[in-house]
């Protein structure tokens, strides 16, 4: 079974530059997760989706950041235009159910804005 | 809302003694808590959960986990790590619409 794919797998920008990441779940995951792990700090949660629906997004800053899974499997993140302090690992996740049950984590995408 | 405490930063063993990662959390009812390892440049690979049930769950790669509800913990167990063991351990405690993790253990292991 193929894991959560995403990529690229490592971004170097310059601060208002923007950017954009993708995910692929794992086949048959409704919900996907996007996570914000910055240096030194647990994962925290961006944005989460049930199908094509958003399910909570309560802590993406939705003044620079965007997120869509328009046909319900693959994502895209986006940011723009990029502050210093988006510097982070940026992973997405997969799980079968919205409640509960393991969530499977891609390799996650290393940005950094210079 | 939850959070999740790993008092710990960076712990330190030698290889073929014994391992315990504390985590203490903060939830209104019974939690889903979680155990995750990452090694470097990799994402996240789940150890072990607890849902209900048994307190003391097992999971993958030898490590255990019991649920004390009277202290809001949920520490990790080894109990004979392998230098493979190094790595980043978070504890999360969910549910997954609204997951919180920990800030994470590094845990280096000794020759």
């Known amino acids: 079974e193929a894991g959560v794919a995403q990529s690229p797998r490592y971004k170097i920008i310059e601060k208002r530059q923007s950017v954009a990441f993708w995910c692929n779940p794992i086949?048959?995951?409704?919900?996907l997760y996007w996570y914000q792990q910055i240096l030194g700090q647990g994962p925290k949660l961006l944005i989460q989706?049930?199908?094509?629906?958003?399910?909570?997004d309560s802590q993406l800053p939705k003044d620079r950041f965007s997120a869509e899974r328009l046909k319900g499997v693959d994502s895209t993140l986006k940011i723009q235009p990029a502050k210093l302090e988006d510097s982070a690992v940026y992973l997405c996740?997969?799980?079968?159910?919205?409640?509960?049950?393991?969530?499977?984590f891609g390799p996650g995408t290393r940005l950094t804005v210079t | 809302a939850q959070s999740v405490t790993q008092p710990d930063i960076h712990i330190t063993v030698s290889e073929g003694a014994s391992l315990e990662l504390r985590c203490n959390y903060s939830y209104g009812a019974t939690p889903y808590l979680f155990w995750y390892v990452q090694s470097p440049g990799q994402g996240l690979q789940l150890l072990l959960k607890?849902?209900?049930?048994?307190?003391l769950v097992q999971g993958i790669k030898g490590f255990e986990a019991e649920f004390k509800r009277s202290q809001s913990s949920f520490n990790l167990r080894k109990p004979s790590v392998h230098w493979s063991d190094a790595a980043e351990y978070f504890c999360?405690?969910?549910?997954?619409?609204?997951?919180?993790f920990g800030a994470g253990t590094r845990l280096t292991v000794k020759p």
């Open positions: 999360a405690v969910g549910p997954n619409n609204d997951m919180r």
């Open positions: 607890y849902f209900s049930g048994d307190t």
């Open positions: 996740a997969s799980s079968l159910g919205t409640y509960g049950g393991e969530q499977y």
């Open positions: 086949s048959g995951h409704a919900t």
């Open positions: 989706f049930q199908n094509n629906g958003v399910v909570d």
